[in-house]
DNA sequence: AATGAATGAGCCTTCATTCAT
DNA sequence: GATGAATGAAGGCTCATTCAT
């Protein structure tokens, strides 16, 4: 077995028991097992288990981001176009179940349980797509809007996304199971928030007036187990 | 020493001490070294220690509606009115550091990572809410406006609220301290949040156009540590 | 099982152990098996393995220097009496076998090898009786004797008895085991550092010209393992 | 690198770990780390880390011996000077920061601690010595001076010098700082020991009398750590 | 011949829990 | 009824050693 090999292994069988259990409930035993190597392995290759998990969000970051990067705009996209696939870009990468199921749900463990591999995360990873945000919304708002109030309206439309995630709990527990598989997938909030949103920057009509929104063709179910 | 008053000494111990730590970080020792009682103490009055969790949670409920209710509105208040008021008291809840603190905290940690609490918390606790923010939006939403909409605009707003402490980690490292403690307040989001809703309903002008929302006199400085 | 019941046979399992195979060497384990005591214990009465170590030193001290005290001399006594009897006292608590011989070993090994236990050894327990020798050695040398002079011959006195206890291994193995039984015992020692040192402060006739030496009647067989 | 390069490189760098941690503590891999070479060297050159302790306390012993050979006196020195310079040689090798300095330390951990290689040392390097002691010491004393006081004489002398390597901690203990750097010089000593033992064997005025011994004009500084 | 990767036994310690008092 | 003493299971980690290359 090659060196990279085991990291590898190692990063995998930790990602789904850190996601599930959280940093201290997770055991180096039970990762090293479901990784098939030896219990030493996580020292010798990590130094300790607090590094091993820095660097499996990490890589759970990648995992998450690379197969579904937000696109490059060719120029005179119009922002609204561009505004609907941040937003569901943003959407399906927390949402799907496609690849690392548990990714998300570290990251989302990070964001509410603060711990070193935060600070990290955030100026690496989130940082640069909020400033993507914030340079589309630019394109909709007048020009002597101050810094600080398109900020808060970035945090509008990134709180309305991840809530989805962060809540799924509560969101599964107040919605009926038919609802939540028909109308919560990626495809149809991306479009109720970019609505609202573009509604609420008049850019469209108010919500509940024109608001026709068809519902997703192939609809992704929702697993807020993920 | 009474038997309730043993009760509430843990409780009250208890909950910074699961709010800051989470669950299994927290230890018995330090919770019962805190209330000034017996290690023993808690497997004789809540069994073990996820009792003593679930109660504790359950307490921080109670600690945090209480002080902070809904006002009870006349009839013939309007509901751009009573959705102002509806997301203050929420914000206020939530980023106020006025009373048990750590109480937000320990309800998002169940938010986050659901045990046995959640559902129960779920039902007594923000089913009503919601129930009364969508009565509020249906004042201001056509008829027609089909069931699930309705829910998706109300999960718009209460996503937007919870995502200050939610990711309040996050918040903090993408503004300046000082913006943060300007900005960032309670009276402030509400403004916010309110006018953005209120304007992607059609009820106000939109986002930047008429804008300008008056600074907070008394600013509640978010503390993000709560 | 008592309290102090647990402590003290945590104390007497440790101390052979520690003695025999040094603070790293010895695990907790062995001395919790041997005490007859949970592996815990250990952690419960002492906080951890280092101070356990350091009052099982401790410990050892008590149990070296109680049955074997100094005398308590009436004014008058000649100095070369009290010589006489502090060297053989030092030297009956080095060499016998009679009570806990493991101490010894432990507190040369704690000379040799320093630990945190040995600066509190020093002050407590050597420096008193460092004090009473020069006390002694005072009542023989002239009154100008110069204190780090004193000091000197102080120590070596103590050279002198110690060496067959810290070098023991090596005493045995550069003399004939008949001998070593016979001339080697604490009486017959005590003879003789007494006599050379006070042959060298004048006091008797010098080495080799009156020096018949009666030997001891009943010799303390020398132990080189304690 | 050859073979014999790599032999003494981990002899080299094992000598100052075992004197400063002795065996248990030190690590095969600080030694190996230290001499430049792979971790698996020290069980292809030696076999496993006992061996190696055991050629790392020869190595000390050829160190220490070899820079600071005892005189080969011509016939007609008087035994006062011999004396003098046995003792002195013996003072210098262990309290010298010269060459080695950890080999001191190696070898008195041995002393105390007897592995294996002790009994080789005890007699290839401590027996000739002591010896040699001994021939000093019977020109002074009469001829039907009993072997049995001949070496219990050798001892104390012995006794007297290695005192202040194997208890140098102690001494520190009791010595104020100021007088440990000028009083206890390997010269300063070997005059006091040298002076000490002539008097008791009728040699010189007795201490204390005639005693004035200058201290040494470039005085070697005690390091205790050696 | 010589190595770097990998191992597994064993270390000390922590912890929630129990039980005699 | 309530406690302080005591437990044992399990935790992360270190280390000398081995083995394929």
Redesign the pocket.
């Known amino acids: 077995?090659?060196?990279d090999?085991?990291?590898t292994r190692l990063l995998q069988a930790a990602g789904p028991i850190f996601a599930e259990k959280g940093f201290q409930n997770?055991?180096?035993?039970?990762i090293c097992e479901r990784a098939g190597?030896?219990?030493?392995?996580?020292?010798?290759?990590f130094?300790?288990?607090?590094r091993?998990y820095i660097e499996t969000v990490k890589e759970a970051r990648r995992l998450k981001a690379d197969p579904t990067p937000f696109p490059q705009w060719a120029q005179g996209v119009a922002p609204e176009i561009k505004l609907r696939q941040f937003v569901q870009t943003l959407l399906v990468r927390m949402l799907s179940a496609n690849t690392a199921p548990w990714s998300t749900r570290l990251i989302m463990r990070e964001i509410l349980d603060p711990t070193s591999a935060c600070k990290e995360l955030a100026q690496e990873f989130f940082r640069p797509e909020f400033e993507m945000l914030l340079a589309i919304l630019d394109e909709m708002l007048p020009a002597d809007t101050p810094d600080y109030r398109r900020r808060q309206i970035g945090f509008s439309v990134i709180g309305q996304c991840v809530f989805y995630r962060l809540a799924g709990g509560v969101v599964a527990a107040l919605v009926d199971e038919g609802e939540l598989s028909q109308r919560y997938t990626a495809h149809d909030l991306a479009n109720h928030i970019t609505h609202l949103t573009l509604a609420a920057l008049g850019r469209k009509p108010p919500l509940g007036i024109s608001g026709a929104i068809a519902p997703a063709r192939h609809p992704v179910p929702h697993d807020p187990r993920n």
Chains 1, 2, 3, 4 share one sequence.
């Open positions: 077995m090659s060196h090999d085991v990291r997770a055991t180096v035993r039970e190597v030896n219990v030493a392995s996580i020292n010798y290759y130094g300790d288990k607090e091993l």
